[in-house]
């Protein structure tokens, strides 16, 4: 490789470290958001810088690398989910999961908003991270999600409804954005 090619390298490669720097917290956010677990949300967050510095000297529209991002965030959430071992849950003796109860570890943070975005269906949780959290628009959703807009709509709809009946009327701001206006 002659002088210039690593010269292009390099540009490629602090371009990117500059994006990390830059979105990598966000990311992160954003990934804990949808699963709940920090650790998840770190493991998933690599797993989306890996394959986008995979991709980075191929990636022509850097304008839009947030969006492809996120894509990707939400494409490695749905594959975790999806693998044999994530429906298997170590319990503890003495745990509350042995007496019926459910303990709620994230109680103590004080956020409802989050207790509450646990326990909907990841595919509605999904729907409305990305919708008020990432501030995608439905049509950028449903690309992501490779669904239609509709079924956007109505996860949206049915999301904020059961937030709604989760949290009480008074939580959910009636713009119908759980975490109030940014």
């Known amino acids: 490789m002659g002088l210039l090619g690593w ?9 990117f470290v500059a994006f ?7 990311l992160r956010n954003t990934a804990y958001l949808l699963c709940r677990d920090w650790h998840l949300a770190e493991d998933l967050t690599q797993t989306v810088f890996t394959k986008l510095y995979r991709a980075w000297h191929r990636i022509d529209r850097h304008d839009a690398l947030d969006q492809y991002a996120r894509r990707v965030l939400l494409r490695a959430f749905l594959d975790e989910r999806r693998r044999p071992w994530r429906r298997e849950y170590a319990t503890e003796p003495g745990s509350a999961a042995l007496d019926g109860t459910v303990r709620d570890v994230y109680a103590d943070d004080g956020s409802a908003l989050h207790a509450a975005l646990v326990r909907l269906p990841r595919r509605r949780r999904a729907v409305l991270v990305l919708r008020f959290w990432a501030d995608m628009s ?45």
Do not use: F, I, N
């Open 7 to 15: 010269r292009d390298r390099r540009a490629h490669e602090a371009d």
């Open 20 to 26: 990390y720097t830059e979105r990598g917290d966000h």
């Open 138 to 182: 439905v049509e950028q959703v449903a690309e992501a999600m490779e669904c239609s807009t509709g079924t956007v709509k109505s996860q949206t709809a049915r999301g904020l409804a059961q937030l709604r009946e989760l949290l009480g009327d008074s939580t959910v701001g009636t713009d119908g954005h759980p975490w109030g206006k940014r």
